[in-house]
């Protein structure tokens, strides 16, 4: 059974930096292109970028530049290092591949 499950979500100040990362079974990490999502409270899912089997990345508008997507599919692992973070961004991260989500990780950026 194919797996997610993503990492690394917290309290973060505004400004400051923050690390996801996302494991799961091999087969997705080999034959997958990698999403990632979040969840702000009360809204629905937003696509935040993406990262194919060979390490080619796009991302939404309004995280490009200061959004970053990684990938090391020998350790199943994909990342998404975020900075400049602000309080709009709080919400549930989201890692995807095909039709596999992870349960997600919460993201809180407050003073």
């Known amino acids: 059974q194919e797996q997610l499950e993503e990492s690394g979500g917290g309290f973060v100040q505004p400004g400051g930096s923050l690390t996801l990362s996302c494991t799961g079974s091999?087969?997705?990490?080999?034959?997958?292109?990698l999403y990632w999502y979040r969840q702000l409270p009360g809204m629905g899912r937003d696509w935040l970028g993406i990262?194919?089997?060979?390490?080619?990345?796009n991302y939404d508008a309004s995280v490009k530049g200061r959004f970053t997507i990684s990938r090391d599919n020998a350790k199943n692992m994909v990342v998404l290092q975020m900075r400049n973070l602000t309080p709009e961004a709080t919400a549930v991260y989201y890692c995807?591949?095909?039709?596999?989500w992870g349960p997600g990780t919460q993201v809180t950026v407050s003073s």
């Open positions: 990262i194919t089997e060979d390490g080619v990345t």
């Open positions: 091999r087969s997705l990490f080999s034959f997958y292109t």
């Open positions: 995807t591949a095909s039709t596999w």
